[in-house]
């Protein structure tokens, strides 16, 4: 059984990407009525926090910065565009200029 002695594992890296990047950008691809898509949004933002939460506990500084820089991102775009995603938002923002 393979031990997680380094900070830096990729396996922690792949749960901290997961987590933080691509589940609220998958969440935000689905379509669901007004009610449902509030309480989607809201648990991708929480999966985010958890995302960087995990991060600051298991992971190195640099990842656990970038996972807390991208988590206030998300949390952006969702205030301000309405979707749980800063990529997403990129997308948006891009479109429209």
Excluded: C, E
Aim: no cysteine.
């Amino acid at each position: 059984m393979h031990s997680q002695s380094s900070p830096d594992s990729s396996s922690t890296n792949r749960k901290v990407l997961g987590w933080v990047l691509l589940l609220p950008l998958l969440v935000s691809l689905v379509k669901l009525p007004f009610w449902l898509a509030i309480t989607l949004n809201l648990m991708a933002i929480a999966a985010s926090v958890y995302g960087f939460w995990f991060a600051l506990r298991h992971a190195g500084k640099g990842l656990a910065v970038f996972a807390g820089t991208i988590t206030l991102l998300n949390i952006a775009a969702l205030i301000a565009l309405s979707t749980p995603s800063a990529l997403k938002g990129l997308y948006y923002l891009a479109r429209i200029y």
